[in-house]
Structure formats: structure tokens, C-alpha cells
């Protein structure tokens, strides 16, 4: 294989400057001990992240996402994965129809799909609720687990199978043992990218979310509208923070080459 050259790595290096220096930005900001949007020139401070955890309305908006994120991401598993088996391995009339079906929200603007659920919701009288909410994401994030189970379930060698086949395995054996490890991978990428996609939406979640069911992404779009202080910056610093966390606890726990790229130890 041949290594990159020296202008291959220059442009490499200055993409990854380019996405990664606003981050840096934000984080140096979230340090300021001054009352605006400004760099810490004279010092550090925790003031601002400690206002982050003294304001109860973003506490409340960040446990709400969590639990969102983790629920609608389940869901959505559920309904992804047996779609994708079907899907990827059977043969059938409207298989593509399908596919199309499910992956139709990648197509349809945020701001369009919010606008048409909040009137859904409407509609039904279910307006304000969770549960509803979780719908929602659920529609939103579900492509995303499906691309990659589909993947996952397409490039598998179905040898194995047919070996523990071979050997008296039952249906349920055959995909507990066999094919469920094979496809691991993918599934576990599909769940994590649907997490983070639910737990960052803000388009969608602006129109069908209520005081009760506030988002973090929209508490902070909020916040941004009323105030321009560096606790805006704290808070997207503890975003990153804890996104950057669970991406290492996953990586030393199952390792990100699997993960992504379904690659095998």
C-alpha cells in the first residue's frame, strides 16, 4: 500500500485544524471568567460551568435527551433489525418499497418533517407527550440504524450459518450464536449513531417539544435567543466532554474499528 504524500498530509492535516478549531474555540471560551463571549486573556474560571449546574432548567433538559436518546435509539433498533434481515436477506415482493419507506426521513428536511408531526400531534391530541416525542425520534434516527444493519447483514458470509445448520442448530440457536455476533458490529454503530443523532436534534424537536419536554439542544437554542454569556459555551464543552468519553469507554470496551467500520479483531 503507498503512503500518503507530503501534500496529501498537509490537506489532511488542515481538514482536522478546520473541524477541530471551533471546538477548541468553544472550550477555551467555556474557561472565561469575564461576562461575555470572549477568550480567557486574564485567567481561568469554572464560574460559568458551575452556573450550567445551578440552573435547573438545564439540568431537567439534559436528562430529558438522555432518557430520550436512550429510548428512541432502542426502539428504533428493534425496528431496524429485523427490517434489515428481511430486508438484506429474503426476497420479496416490495423489498425495495420498503427500504425506500424506511429510509425516506433522510430525504425530508428537518424543518418540513417537524412542521407535519407537530400537526400530526395535534390532530391526535397527543401534543406535550414523551411518548410521543420518542415517536418522533424514532422516525428520524431509525434510518440511520438500518444503513448500518443492512450493511452489516449484507457483508456477512453466510457459511457459518449454514455450518451450525448443518450441525442441528435451530432458527434461534443460528441467530444467537451465529449471526447476531457477525452482525454486532453494525448494530452496535447503528444504536450509537442513532443516539447521538437523537440527542443532538434541535430542527425537529423545536416544533413537537413543550416546557415539559424540553430538549438540551433546544434549551440551549432558547437560551441563545434571551443571552449571550459564556454559559452557552460551558454547555457545549460538557457536550463534547461526555461525547468524547463514551466514544473512549466504547473503544476500550468493543473498539471503534468494529464499531465503524465493522472490522474484526
Known sequence: MRNNGPIALIFHTLVVAFVLAPLLVVCLVAFTPEDTLSLPTHGVSLRWFKAVF???DFVQSFYNSLLLALLSATLSLCIALPAGLAIGRLGFAGRDFLNALFLSPLIIPS???GVALMRLFASMGVSGSFS??????????????LRLVLAAVVGMDRS?????????????????????????????????LAFINSFDELTMSIFVTT???????????????????PMMASVSALMILVTGAAMLVLDRVYGLDKVLIGQQG
Do not use: K, N
Not at 132 to 145: D, F, G, N, T
Not at 161 to 187: D, K, Y
Not at 211 to 229: G, K, N, Q
Open 160 to 192: 457459518a450459518e449454514q455450518a451450525a445448520q448443518s450441525l442441528g442448530a435451530g432458527p434461534w440457536t443460528v441467530f444467537r450464536r451465529v449471526t447476531l455476533p457477525m452482525i454486532l458490529p453494525g448494530i452496535t454503530g447503528g444504536w450509537l
Open 132 to 145: 410521543w416525542l420518542v415517536v418522533a425520534h424514532v422516525v428520524v434516527i431509525s434510518p440511520y440504524v
Open 211 to 229: 416546557p415539559a419536554t424540553v430538549t438540551l439542544p433546544v434549551r440551549m437554542y432558547m437560551y441563545a435567543t434571551e443571552s449571550i454569556d
Open 54 to 56: 445551578e440552573h435547573p
Open 111 to 113: 424543518l418540513v418533517l
